[in-house]
């Protein structure tokens, strides 16, 4: 059973930067693809992020793009979002998700979640 834990949410000011990490276990890593969704209160799940077994397909959302970058360490078992220029509208819970051949775009389409890590951008 494949597992995925984040890490790296906590608080931020407006124009600073973070970085998520996902680790998984109990399956092999390097087939999954992966992404990254946030959900704020009162939202729908908003996908932000995905990449692919090979790490060379990789897909952002509108409102990320250009601000934030996905990557993965298959030696590590660990992929990455590093948020740059955040701003108050990337408050959310970041949910790490995995499946188990591509990308895509809708958030059921992979079995596989962590349970969130909570990001705060204050102004």
């Known amino acids: 059973q494949v597992q995925l834990v984040e890490t790296g949410g906590g608080s931020a000011q407006a124009g600073d930067s973070l970085t998520l990490s996902c680790v998984a276990s109990?399956?092999?890593?390097?087939?999954?693809?992966l992404a990254w969704f946030r959900q704020a209160p009162g939202a729908e799940r908003e996908f932000v992020s995905a990449i692919n077994w090979s790490g060379l397909s990789i897909l952002y959302g509108d409102s990320v793009k250009g601000r934030f970058t996905i990557s993965r360490d298959d030696d590590k078992n660990t992929v990455y979002l590093q948020m740059n220029s955040l701003k108050p509208e990337d408050t959310a819970v970041y949910y790490c998700?995995?499946?188990?051949?591509?990308?895509?775009?809708?958030?059921?389409?992979?079995?596989?979640w962590g349970q969130g890590t909570q990001v705060t951008v204050s102004s």
């Open positions: 109990g399956g092999r890593f390097k087939d999954l693809g």
């Open positions: 998700a995995g499946r188990g051949w591509g990308i895509l775009l809708s958030a059921g389409e992979y079995p596989y």
